[in-house]
């Protein structure tokens, strides 16, 4: 009996792997040195401004962010799959936020592509999200790449010499198993 | 008996693949028809504000029949006509709505989706869309005809995007056929809602 059970399980493993969808869509090609000009206001709330080490008013470039890496969500309030995955981001905030070694290094920040701040305001309260997020109403977003962007997308950067980026990992769809999304873009 | 039980475990599995990929599509727009851009606007406007609003009864995805007349005195309409299901901006108009539920019911107005799609289309559409909160009714038989009473049918068979807003006493009170290669700004129609009597 214990030998039909573990042929049973192998035939299942073997149908489950055989069958199994490829995970997230092939990645985008985001280039840095646009994406390092985009300018974005700088958030009124100060937790936000603390977060993202800003100050004043104004806008912001994203190598102004004090981080060694930054994960960016690209992202729509108008998006489905966005607001699905919105807890899971959380959780990946969270997870950095309580890792001895990430805190205060890599920090998260949304884009709302097409999305008013209105829009976005109402994505972040509806979802809590605990990290910043900007309105890119004009879709600015998108003179960094030469294909349309799909939500969510996230793209994780490295500021480099005070004005660059570095295009480190992109990733199209839904982030999956957190530890193995932070194996492969860190350090 | 062994071969048996290996058969039921795989069957198992396969239905649990089929799960998975039933949820997990990952990225949108996979599924949806590239319409490319159309003309902006299609249809005679035959409505204005400060008319009576056409009574309509159409029946909605849920299963029951939805008529403009059950909410008179009682709540605020917000109409939602989208093109068609399916289709880029549509399939993210609504969504967008859905996660607003609480700012239309601050300002006593339901909403309601109509698309000239029939009801099997609008169930499979809508369910990739998660659970939405407002009815959304089929305007497919006679096909478009509250579309067309509203003067936002196009010479296609397909409804512009119009957004209109009917007051407590069935009197409209905002129209917005918009672009329909556009998607209509929510704060805009929460500026509208915020103003009506509650």
Redesign the interface.
């Known amino acids: 009996m214990n030998?039909?059970?573990t042929?049973?399980?192998v035939?299942?493993?073997v149908?489950?792997v055989v069958?199994?969808?490829a995970?997230?869509?092939d990645p985008i090609t985001v280039m840095g040195e646009p994406l390092s000009r985009l300018e974005f206001a700088i958030p009124e709330d100060a937790a936000d401004k603390a977060y993202l080490g800003l100050s004043g008013a104004g806008v912001f470039r994203l190598p102004q962010v004090k981080a060694e890496v930054i994960i960016i969500e690209v992202f729509?309030?108008?998006?489905?799959?966005c607001?699905?995955e919105a807890e899971h981001v959380n959780s990946l905030f969270a997870k950095i936020r309580d890792h001895q070694a990430l805190k205060g290094r890599v920090k998260l920040i949304g884009i709302g592509a097409?999305n008013?701040p209105?829009?976005v305001e109402?994505?972040r309260k509806?979802f809590s999200v605990p990290f910043p997020m900007v309105s890119d109403h004009q879709m600015t977003i998108q003179s960094t790449a030469d294909e349309k962007f799909?939500?969510p997308t996230f793209i994780v950067v490295k500021p480099e010499g005070g004005s660059g980026l570095k295009i480190m990992y992109t990733h199209?769809?839904?982030l999956g198993e957190l530890d193995e999304f932070l194996k492969k873009i860190l350090f | 008996m062994r071969l048996g039980l290996s058969v039921v475990i795989g069957i198992i599995a396969v239905g649990l693949f089929l799960c998975t990929t039933s949820e997990g599509r990952e990225v949108p727009g996979e599924s949806m028809y590239k319409t490319g851009p159309l003309k902006p606007r299609d249809s005679e406007a035959t409505i204005k504000v400060g008319d009576k609003a056409p009574e309509f009864t159409l029946p909605a995805v849920s299963g029951e029949k939805v008529s403009l007349s059950h909410y008179r005195g009682k709540k605020n309409v917000a109409i939602s006509f989208v093109p068609a299901a399916w289709t880029p901006v549509c399939s993210q108009q609504w969504p967008g709505y859905n996660i607003a539920q609480e700012l239309f019911e601050k300002n006593n107005t339901v909403l309601l989706g109509i698309s000239v799609d029939n009801i099997p289309t609008l169930y499979a559409w809508t369910k990739e869309m998660g659970k939405l909160w407002f009815p959304v009714l089929a305007d497919f038989w006679p096909h478009g005809a509250v579309a067309r009473s509203y003067g936002v049918l196009r010479s296609d068979g397909v409804a512009e995007r119009a957004v209109f807003v009917i007051d407590k006493d069935g009197v409209v009170r905002y129209v917005d056929i918009h672009d329909i290669n556009q998607m209509p700004r929510l704060e805009e129609l929460m500026r509208v809602l915020e103003q009506l009597p509650k």
């Open positions: 030998r039909s059970i042929r049973a399980f035939v299942a493993m149908v489950l069958a199994a969808p995970r997230g869509a729509s309030m108008y998006c489905p799959y607001q699905r097409g008013t209105y829009e109402l994505f509806k799909r939500t199209v769809g839904k």
